[in-house]
């Protein structure tokens, strides 16, 4: 589904048709270890669907550069035994396909060691034709027209009678006069912040949303229209 001129959503990515550029966000790899840290019991089994869906978009698009818009690992002030030996495995994966460019998130503070162990290039927004991708945890200055963001990991609730399900989806709307898209996570564990009832965190997002159409990702894209219409 195209969500923006030339842009195409793809399962919880977005492709840059022209450049032939793919986005993800938000994989937070090395999540389930802290939660057994803390003694949350749960099996790990998120890290093999996140190959496995990293591995069908790749090959749908065949993208010649692939942009992880931050958050690819987990914890904040360390690097963890899981983070060393899975993000290693993402890079290398990813890696058969195409160039990586790692836009630095909020957790990322110590990605420099993993980074440059496979010679990556880390930096603090990718700009390319008419779009600028930025991690969301701070406003980056750009004179692209469209500003794509993660961050945020959104989703809504959905309710049918006594039944309620949190899905992931992406948002299109405005910020200062920019066409402005917000990127689900690529994380399992969670499903995200709920837009409609959540608060919401990334400075791009102080402001009333209703008018941000949303696009829910389940089987396929679902164009759930104007925000203000699930409220």
């Not at 977005?14 to 099996?43: A, Q, R, T, W």
């Not at 927004?125 to 794509?148: L, M, P, R, W």
């Amino acid at each position: 589904m195209e969500i923006s001129k030339g842009i195409e959503v793809v399962d919880l990515g977005l492709f840059i048709v022209k450049e032939k550029v793919l986005v993800v966000s938000d994989l937070h790899i090395g999540y389930e270890e802290e939660l057994n840290k803390k003694g949350v019991l749960m099996p790990r089994f998120s890290f093999k669907d996140l190959v496995d869906r990293l591995d069908l978009m790749l090959k749908e698009v065949r993208p010649k550069v692939i942009v992880i818009n931050g958050d690819l690992k987990h914890e904040f002030g360390t690097i963890s035994e899981q983070e060393w030996r899975d993000t290693l495995k993402v890079i290398d994966m990813v890696s058969r396909f195409g160039k990586i460019v790692l836009v630095k998130g909020n957790h990322d503070n110590i990605l420099g060691p993993i980074a440059k162990k496979r010679k990556v290039e880390v930096v603090d927004k990718f700009e390319v034709d008419g779009v600028c991708v930025a991690h969301g945890d701070s406003v980056v200055e750009t004179k692209k027209k469209v500003v794509i963001i993660g961050h945020e990991h959104p989703a809504v609730m959905l309710s049918e009678g006594e039944r309620k399900e949190k899905v992931k989806c992406f948002l299109k709307g405005k910020f200062k006069g920019k066409e402005l898209i917000v990127m689900p996570s690529m994380n399992q564990v969670t499903e995200g912040t709920d837009v409609l009832s959540e608060k919401l965190l990334s400075p791009y997002l102080q402001k009333s949303l209703g008018s941000f159409e949303v696009y829910v990702v389940a089987d396929k894209v679902y164009d759930f229209g104007k925000l203000k219409n699930l409220s």
